[in-house]
């Protein structure tokens, strides 16, 4: 993708748009979703959502968009499916249930359990796209990246989410999976919480995702 | 008294029959409430079982025997070791009858004196027999009946006992899970290995692993179908499949591979196995290999759901929507709750075009679980702006007659304005034209007021000067009118 040239870069604005739309959330972060360039403007706000990441610094922000593309929290989520898989669907709960109480894994088990063949292949990358998305921008606006590379890189998960995802009901689907994922939310709060934000999103007529598609 | 008086039964060679005598005695001879009938109980239950198996496997009682030669040379009569059980020492010393009888029970079987090296031998020679039987060895109650032995009672072979079989388990540790439930009820590892997990892991790898660490995971591979196998090498088998297991957790595709291969040599018909190698190669999406382990798999057990359920996904993978439903409907008949299932079920009827159905299908799905993300997300699609109006109120615009309007009213108005401001500004600051205007609309300025031909250097230095100055002045302007927006989105925004 030639992010160089004109035409390109105002479909990856569109891109940028709807991807980064998913991170919000809250009592009506819809309007937002409309106006992300109202976000992105907010550099208090863009400077507490890196320090929730302790980046504070260039270097610090490459090497969690770095992460981002390597890693990502897909491979934590697919390491757990792998770890399902193996077993029969009744031993399945059975081994979630005998894990000592305490342990770290269990929401995860829980939650990678509820989604175990529902996702595509690409289980939870929707919500490594769209936070390397946010992550690009507003390290660009905190002068933490060039122009140049908010672009690259933006490019490169625009290209891996359209690999990995047909369309924006998967792609919402696999967002919602990944929040619940990393917030180890075993009674799936992310979705209780912002459900009618994620079916807004793709449903109004003057939502974002309408502007641009994943599809090839 | 006979053994065959105590156990209320006739002489029989049926270990049954002395099984089911010795748990219908147990109940008149509680341990607790009737120790001394107890143990009476319990001597007899082994002398029986003992002449029982005797008779039915020669071979076995030819090491024991043997073992119990080498042993008798060294033995003296010694009856302390044997009677002293927790709590009830001090009835056993007391009790004149039941000396005797061990005594003569020992001279009927021409039995060696019992020394606690001897006793501990004969123990491990019953675990080592258990074991090397398949059909003893999946038998929890053989296990169970283990460890109501003797030597189990006997505080000074306890530490024995437990090292002995630490160190048999070790390398003999493929057991069903309730078998190493048993067992480490009964040895307390857990407790034992809190003074130091670390070591106890590095000393006895697989015991920590099958009886501690990851029972539930390593042992979730069922043994039953293994009984009428014949005769494998059923340890080989064992490792192959579990070691299977292992890698494809690890996603280490390559040795998971190797592993299942080798088990499929030994054996290749047992469900679990089929079951790993039918995932193996879904992985690597050799759909038709998958399925021919699947299909496998439900000929050797056809109450398989895990089978049926692979192989709908399958189906649904190669696009034969209708085998995969009808693999789903059966499936869903036997676990109607779950998830998966109705997910897989929906996705075909929305392939097919079959819309009524996957809407029944996701309603399903919100019935056992009202947010469910993927149900609400396809209901919201099937029904557009119907669920958009219902979900939302009238109070939306549905249809952007006026799209600027509608982004308008959906921004708060304070944040609008400002946005509005610095869009001018912004506007205005990118146009450099407009610059190059001033400048040129000063010269000309200047030509007209003093109504000469060309003003000379003095009046154009000035004239730059003061443009400059008025441009500087505008900007000034500008841009404390852009910081102060600015401040007031990022204060109204983040309200």
Same mark, same amino acid.
């Given at each position: 993708?030639?992010?160089?040239?004109?035409e390109v870069?105002?479909?990856?604005?569109?891109?940028?748009?709807?991807?980064?739309?998913?991170? +919000?959330?809250?009592?009506?972060?819809?309007?937002?979703?409309?106006?992300m360039?109202?976000?992105?403007?907010?550099?208090?706000?863009?400077?507490?959502?890196?320090?929730?990441?302790?980046?504070?610094?260039?270097?610090?922000?490459?090497e969690?968009?770095?992460?981002?593309?390597?890693?990502?929290?897909?491979?934590e989520?697919?390491?757990?499916?792998?770890l +399902?898989?193996? +077993?029969?669907?009744?031993?399945?709960?059975?081994?979630?249930?005998?894990?000592?109480?305490?342990?770290?894994?269990?929401?995860?088990l829980i939650?990678?359990?509820?989604y175990?063949?529902?996702?595509?292949?690409?289980?939870?990358?929707?919500?490594d796209?769209?936070?390397?998305?946010?992550?690009?921008?507003?390290?660009?606006?905190?002068?933490?990246?060039?122009?140049?590379?908010?672009?690259?890189?933006?490019a490169?998960?625009?290209r891996?989410?359209?690999?990995?995802?047909?369309?924006?009901k998967?792609?919402a689907?696999g967002?919602?999976?990944?929040?619940?994922?990393?917030?180890?939310?075993?009674?799936?709060?992310?979705?209780?919480?912002?459900q009618?934000?994620?079916?807004?999103l +793709?449903?109004?007529p003057?939502?974002?995702?309408?502007?641009?598609?994943?599809?090839? | 008294m006979?053994i065959?008086?105590?156990?209320g039964?006739?002489p029989?060679?049926?270990?049954?029959?002395i099984?089911?005598?010795?748990?219908?005695?147990?109940?008149?001879? @509680?341990?607790?409430?009737?120790?001394?009938g107890?143990?009476?109980?319990?001597?007899?239950y082994?002398?029986a079982?003992?002449?029982?198996?005797q008779?039915?496997?020669r071979?076995?009682?030819?090491?024991?025997?043997?073992?119990?030669?080498?042993?008798?040379?060294?033995?003296?009569?010694?009856?302390?070791p044997?009677?002293?059980m927790?709590?009830?020492?001090?009835?056993?010393?007391?009790? @004149?009858?039941?000396?005797?009888?061990r005594?003569?029970?020992?001279?009927e079987?021409?039995?060696?004196?019992?020394?606690?090296?001897h006793?501990?031998?004969?123990?491990?020679?019953?675990?080592n027999?258990?074991?090397?039987t398949?059909i003893?060895?999946?038998?929890?109650?053989?296990?169970?009946?283990?460890?109501?032995?003797?030597?189990m009672?006997?505080?000074?072979?306890?530490?024995?006992?437990? !090292?002995r079989m630490?160190?048999?388990l070790?390398?003999?540790?493929?057991?069903?899970?309730?078998?190493? #439930?048993?067992? !480490?009820?009964?040895?307390?590892?857990?407790?034992?290995?809190?003074a130091?997990?670390?070591?106890?892991?590095?000393?006895?790898?697989?015991?920590?692993?099958?009886?501690?660490?990851? #029972?539930?995971?390593v042992?979730s591979?069922?043994?039953?179908?293994?009984?009428?196998?014949?005769?494998?090498?059923?340890?080989a088998?064992?490792?192959?499949?579990?070691?299977?297991?292992r890698a494809l957790?690890? @996603?280490?595709?390559?040795?998971? !591979?190797?592993?299942?291969?080798?088990?499929c040599?030994?054996?290749?018909?047992?469900?679990?196995l089929?079951?790993?190698?039918?995932?193996?190669?879904?992985?690597?999406?050799?759909?038709?290999?998958?399925?021919?382990?699947?299909?496998?798999?439900?000929?050797i057990?056809?109450?398989d759901t895990?089978?049926?359920f692979?192989?709908?996904?399958i189906?649904y993978k190669?696009?034969?929507?209708?085998?995969?439903?009808?693999?789903?409907?059966?499936?869903?008949?036997?676990m109607?709750?779950?998830?998966?299932?109705?997910?897989?079920l929906?996705?075909?009827y929305?392939?097919?075009?079959q819309?009524?159905?996957?809407?029944?299908?996701?309603?399903?799905?919100?019935?056992i679980?009202?947010?469910?993300?993927?149900?609400?997300?396809?209901?919201?699609?099937?029904?557009?702006?119907?669920?958009?109006?219902?979900?939302?109120?009238? =109070?939306?615009e549905?249809?952007?007659?006026?799209?600027?309007?509608?982004?308008?009213?959906?921004?708060?108005?304070?944040? =609008?304005?400002f946005?509005?401001?610095?869009?001018?500004?912004?506007q205005?600051a990118?146009?450099?034209?407009?610059?190059l205007?001033?400048?040129?609309?000063?010269?000309?300025?200047?030509?007209?007021?003093l109504?000469?031909?060309?003003?000379?250097?003095?009046?154009?230095?000035?004239?730059?000067?003061?443009?400059?100055?008025?441009?500087a002045l505008?900007?000034?302007?500008?841009?404390?009118?852009w910081?102060?927006?600015?401040?007031?989105?990022?204060?109204?925004g983040?309200?």
């Amino acid at each position: 993708m030639d992010y160089y040239n004109l035409e390109v870069r105002q479909q990856l604005s569109l891109y940028i748009h709807a991807l980064s739309s998913f991170c +919000l959330k809250g009592h009506n972060p819809y309007p937002f979703a409309k106006n992300m360039h109202l976000i992105f403007e907010n550099k208090s706000r863009l400077s507490q959502m890196l320090d929730q990441w302790e980046i504070d610094d260039s270097e610090k922000l490459k090497e969690k968009l770095d992460w981002f593309f390597q890693t990502g929290h897909r491979k934590e989520f697919r390491d757990s499916s792998m770890l +399902l898989s193996g +077993l029969s669907i009744s031993e399945r709960t059975a081994f979630i249930q005998s894990l000592p109480d305490g342990d770290p894994r269990t929401a995860k088990l829980i939650v990678s359990n509820h989604y175990f063949t529902r996702l595509p292949g690409e289980g939870i990358a929707a919500y490594d796209h769209s936070w390397c998305v946010y992550a690009c921008c507003a390290g660009y606006e905190l002068g933490y990246l060039t122009e140049e590379d908010k672009w690259r890189m933006v490019a490169v998960c625009v290209r891996e989410a359209r690999i990995a995802y047909s369309s924006w009901k998967d792609y919402a689907i696999g967002y919602a999976a990944g929040a619940d994922f990393t917030e180890s939310s075993s009674s799936l709060e992310y979705v209780n919480k912002n459900q009618d934000y994620l079916i807004k999103l +793709l449903i109004a007529p003057d939502s974002p995702l309408r502007h641009i598609s994943l599809s090839y | 008294m006979h053994i065959w008086d105590i156990l209320g039964i006739n002489p029989s060679g049926d270990r049954s029959v002395i099984k089911r005598a010795y748990a219908k005695q147990l109940k008149l001879h @509680h341990p607790e409430d009737d120790p001394v009938g107890y143990q009476r109980l319990r001597e007899a239950y082994d002398q029986a079982l003992k002449q029982a198996k005797q008779q039915s496997d020669r071979s076995v009682n030819r090491i024991l025997s043997e073992e119990e030669d080498e042993q008798q040379e060294n033995q003296r009569v010694s009856i302390s070791p044997r009677i002293v059980m927790q709590g009830v020492d001090h009835q056993q010393e007391s009790q @004149h009858v039941s000396v005797p009888h061990r005594i003569m029970i020992l001279q009927e079987q021409d039995h060696a004196p019992h020394s606690p090296e001897h006793q501990l031998n004969e123990f491990m020679g019953k675990v080592n027999t258990i074991y090397h039987t398949f059909i003893t060895r999946i038998d929890t109650d053989n296990w169970l009946k283990l460890m109501n032995d003797d030597v189990m009672w006997n505080l000074n072979l306890q530490s024995s006992v437990n !090292e002995r079989m630490l160190n048999f388990l070790e390398s003999h540790p493929y057991l069903p899970r309730s078998v190493w #439930q048993l067992l !480490e009820g009964s040895f307390r590892w857990k407790e034992k290995a809190l003074a130091d997990r670390e070591l106890f892991s590095e000393r006895y790898p697989n015991v920590f692993t099958y009886a501690l660490e990851d #029972q539930q995971y390593v042992t979730s591979l069922r043994y039953s179908f293994l009984a009428d196998a014949g005769n494998i090498d059923y340890d080989a088998f064992l490792h192959y499949r579990v070691m299977a297991l292992r890698a494809l957790k690890d @996603h280490d595709l390559q040795t998971a !591979e190797d592993m299942l291969n080798k088990a499929c040599e030994v054996f290749p018909s047992d469900p679990d196995l089929l079951r790993l190698q039918g995932e193996f190669y879904f992985r690597t999406d050799d759909l038709s290999r998958a399925l021919m382990a699947f299909d496998h798999c439900i000929r050797i057990a056809p109450d398989d759901t895990d089978s049926y359920f692979y192989r709908a996904r399958i189906y649904y993978k190669q696009d034969k929507l209708v085998d995969a439903i009808q693999d789903l409907i059966y499936l869903l008949s036997q676990m109607p709750e779950n998830l998966d299932m109705l997910s897989l079920l929906g996705k075909c009827y929305i392939n097919l075009g079959q819309l009524n159905h996957a809407r029944e299908t996701y309603n399903r799905i919100l019935d056992i679980h009202s947010n469910d993300i993927e149900a609400l997300v396809y209901l919201a699609d099937f029904e557009g702006s119907t669920i958009y109006q219902e979900s939302f109120g009238q =109070s939306e615009e549905l249809e952007p007659t006026d799209e600027l309007e509608l982004q308008r009213s959906a921004v708060p108005p304070l944040l =609008s304005i400002f946005a509005k401001i610095k869009e001018l500004i912004f506007q205005l600051a990118k146009n450099t034209w407009l610059y190059l205007l001033l400048l040129v609309a000063d010269f000309g300025l200047v030509v007209l007021v003093l109504d000469g031909p060309l003003p000379d250097m003095g009046v154009i230095m000035v004239t730059i000067i003061v443009t400059i100055l008025v441009l500087a002045l505008g900007s000034l302007i500008l841009t404390i009118i852009w910081r102060v927006c600015s401040v007031l989105i990022n204060y109204f925004g983040s309200k």
